[in-house]
């Protein structure tokens, strides 16, 4: 059995949408099971470690890595908690959302092309805005904050219609 939804978000928020391995910040973080299901592994959030697809892909069921994972998200964790809580947080929960809908609906043989593409304008307009960000900063301090912090507030998520790229 997956996680339930409500364990996702909540794995996905504590590490303010970035990935327990590789630290990354990714509009798709996936939640992983430190001890697999088929070994008993509860579908909650203490057995949660929320990761990129590469290192998901990456760390699959090799017990070496499984072992790290846990120690690696813990510390993530508490490193998270001790920033507080970014404001593209929300935003990215609404892109994991749309993400895990597409997923849904391309298990269920569904036309997914106008969902397909409302969430690429989502992430492109994102990256507009961080880019715009980032020329126009003049420290490195505001660099840094601009490329990992760039809200995604004036992205819309309108499952289902058009995306009007003139919104963004």
């Given amino acids: 059995m997956?996680?339930?939804?409500?364990?996702?978000r909540e794995a996905r928020q504590k590490v303010h949408y970035a990935c327990v391995w590789c630290f990354r910040q990714e509009f798709f973080i996936e939640v992983h099971h430190i001890v697999a299901q088929e070994n008993g592994g509860p579908s909650t959030l203490e057995n949660a470690a929320p990761l990129c697809p590469q290192c998901h892909t990456h760390i699959g069921p090799n017990p070496d890595l499984r072992r790290q994972?846990?120690?690696?998200?813990d510390w993530w964790w508490a490193e998270c908690a001790r920033r507080g809580?970014?404001?593209i947080a929300v935003d990215l929960e609404r892109t994991n959302t749309m993400f895990?809908?597409?997923k849904a609906m391309e298990a269920r043989g569904q036309r997914t092309e106008g969902a397909v593409n409302e969430l690429k304008a989502i992430i492109l307009a994102a990256e507009d805005q961080r880019r715009l960000a980032i020329n126009s900063a003049s420290t490195a301090s505001g660099i840094a904050e601009?490329?990992?912090?760039t809200s995604l507030r004036s992205t819309t998520l309108r499952l289902g219609?058009?995306?009007d790229?003139?919104?963004?």
Avoid: I, N
Wanted: charged share 30%; hydrophobic share 25%; no cysteine.
């Fill in 161 to 163: 219609f058009p995306l």
């Fill in 100 to 102: 895990e809908q597409l």
């Fill in 146 to 149: 601009a490329s990992s912090t």
């Fill in 2 to 8: 997956d996680s339930p939804d409500s364990v996702k």
């Fill in 85 to 87: 809580t970014p404001t």
């Fill in 69 to 73: 994972l846990r120690e690696r998200r």
């Fill in 165 to 168: 790229p003139s919104g963004l």
